[in-house]
């Protein structure tokens, strides 16, 4: 698997892979970071993670993949917030699979995040002095 920029030809499968439209997912590879795994043998899309920074904070605004794939596309995040000297944060709806691998990576739940598509969510950080090791000092 590798990891590369979103293009706006990923649009379609970034669109299944989310069920909205295409043409929300183009606004997002326009307006956020977006970074896609795709497998090695072809230009698949097999994940993505789309990100920003609000605040000091850096905010995984969406994401898919399988657990290894989800590893991989948060180093993305991870590492701009390592650099820029944040956090990083992503809000995930309470009741989903997905928050036992957000846990694995680091992230502690911070509170409850806004309601989505009438589904409660969960606010998850991470503190720059953990993603730099410093967590200790």
């Known amino acids: 698997m590798r990891i590369r920029d979103a293009l706006e030809s990923d649009a379609e499968a970034l669109a299944a892979a989310t069920d909205r439209p295409r043409e929300v997912v183009t606004n997002m590879v326009h307006d956020r970071s977006v970074r896609v795994a795709v497998r090695d043998d072809s230009e698949e899309v097999v994940g993505f993670v789309a990100f920003d920074v609000r605040n000091d904070t850096v905010h995984v605004t969406d ?48 509170g409850r995040g806004p309601r989505f598509e009438g589904r409660p969510t969960t606010r998850y950080r991470i503190e720059f002095e953990a993603l730099d090791g410093r967590e200790d000092e």
């Open 63 to 110: 994401f898919d993949g399988d657990g290894k794939t989800i590893e991989r596309l948060f180093e993305e995040p991870r590492g701009f917030a390592r650099r820029e000297e944040m956090g990083v944060e992503v809000v995930v709806p309470t009741d989903d699979g997905v928050t036992k691998e957000i846990e694995r990576l680091g992230f502690e739940a911070a």
